[in-house]
Every structure is written in C-alpha cells, then in structure tokens.
C-alpha cells in the first residue's frame, strides 16, 4: 500500500505557536505532527509514501530522509503553489499501485486502512472518502449521503448538532489523473471545492464512515490539544 502526502503548506493560522518551519513539522511531544500521521501508517501497513512539499521543504526531507519506520519516502517539491488539486494531480504520476491513499500532512484519523480500501474496491469507487461522525461543531463543512448511499452533496460550514464531516482521507485509483486533468486543467486549484464538489454527481465518490480519533492541528487551539491527547493516546497504549 503507499499514500500521498500533502505537506507543502505554511501553516500561516499556526505561526503564532510554530514559526518558521512547516505546518507537519510542528512538534508534538519530541516529535514531529507528520511522524505520528507516518507511524500510524506504518503500523497499519503502509509501505510507501509519496510527499507532495513545498515551502522550506529541506526540514521535511531532512528528517525523514528516504526510509522512516519501515516506509520508503519519495519527495515531490512544488516550486509553485498548487493547491490540494494540483498537488494530487501531480504526485499520482509517481503513484505505483492501482489504488492510493491520499491525506493531509496536519490531520491525524485512526481510520481502518485495510477496510478503507476494501470498501474502496467493492464498490468500484473513483474516490472513496473517510468522514468522521461529530457532534456540536462549526469548523467543519458536513457531507451528505443519497438513499444509495454515495456520496451526494457537500455542505458549507456552520453550526451543527451532528453530522458527517470529511476527514482529509481518500483513496483514489491512480488513474484519476487523467480525470483530475480532465475536470480541472489548470495547474492550481481546491481537489475538494474545484474538483470533488462540483463534479460529485459525475463521480463515483463512495463514503467510508468510522468514528476514530481524529485532529486536524490547523489553528493553535488544536495544535495544543493533540500535544495532551497523544500523550493520552500513547499511555492508554502502554
């Protein structure tokens, strides 16, 4: 299995807590956000993984060079900005297997991989979406499901009692370059606003729901609140 990482973000909302590395790099207990998003990759059997960075990306590479917990580190440098999108698009051209996991650098979600991608294949999916059941929120948009249970719509974010929010991990075929090409020839653009939610009816995008631990260390509250939860984590494990 490998995964594509998004990591090439500057993480401007966290610089008053992290200044002048990126956004991955913020460290969470003696060790980088983005080696916890690896190790927990690498226990779940990820061989592979393809980094798409950016911004003062020699901190990135220089830590983890080209093996790091059993994964094979393969780098692919913006020397531009390419949003989400292009950042797919252009590191799926490295992509070896016929399916790929796709998450973010700054998100950590305990999703069963193994079912993820078994559920990814049965239904033939283009892209299959991991969400996140929550409760009393408004950081996040939710996403809806059809009686089918395909992925139907996308919502803005607000305040909401409960919902489904998108957790930041895919699995896509490796293929979906050419469709990526396809639907949005630009070089830069959102892989979620420019590309899934505006061609989701034309896709065959599948949901997996689980309800794992998950942050997403964007603003500084939450950069703080993972350093006390993974500390909780790794005791709760010993």
Request: proline share 3%.
């Amino acid at each position: 299995m490998e995964a594509i990482i998004l990591a090439g973000g500057k993480g401007t909302r966290l610089s008053s807590v992290v200044n002048g590395i990126p956004k991955p790099m913020a460290d969470v207990n003696g060790t980088p956000f983005l080696g916890h998003v690896l190790g927990r990759l690498s226990a779940s059997g990820v061989h592979r993984a393809i980094l798409s960075v950016g911004w003062m990306f020699e901190a990135i590479r220089g830590y983890f060079g080209a093996k790091y917990k059993g994964i094979g580190m393969d780098y692919v440098i913006e020397d531009r900005p390419l949003g989400t999108g292009g950042a797919i698009k252009e590191a799926l051209k490295s992509a070896r297997e016929e399916d790929v996991f796709v998450l973010n650098g700054d998100t950590y979600f305990e999703v069963g991989i193994a079912g993820l991608l078994k559920a990814h294949k049965e239904k033939d999916a283009d892209v299959t979406i991991s969400l996140k059941p929550m409760r009393d929120f408004d950081r996040y948009g939710t996403v809806t499901l059809d009686g089918n249970g395909k992925v139907a719509g996308f919502n803005e974010k607000r305040f909401e009692r409960s919902g489904l929010v998108n957790a930041g991990f895919y699995v896509l075929k490796t293929r979906m370059a050419e469709t990526l090409d396809r639907y949005c020839p630009e070089e830069s653009f959102s892989f979620e606003k420019d590309f899934l939610e505006v061609n989701v009816k034309a896709l065959n995008v599948a949901p997996y729901v689980e309800d794992g631990y998950f942050i997403d260390i964007g603003i500084p509250e939450d950069y703080q609140r993972a350093k006390k939860e993974f500390k909780m984590l790794r005791e709760g494990r010993a």
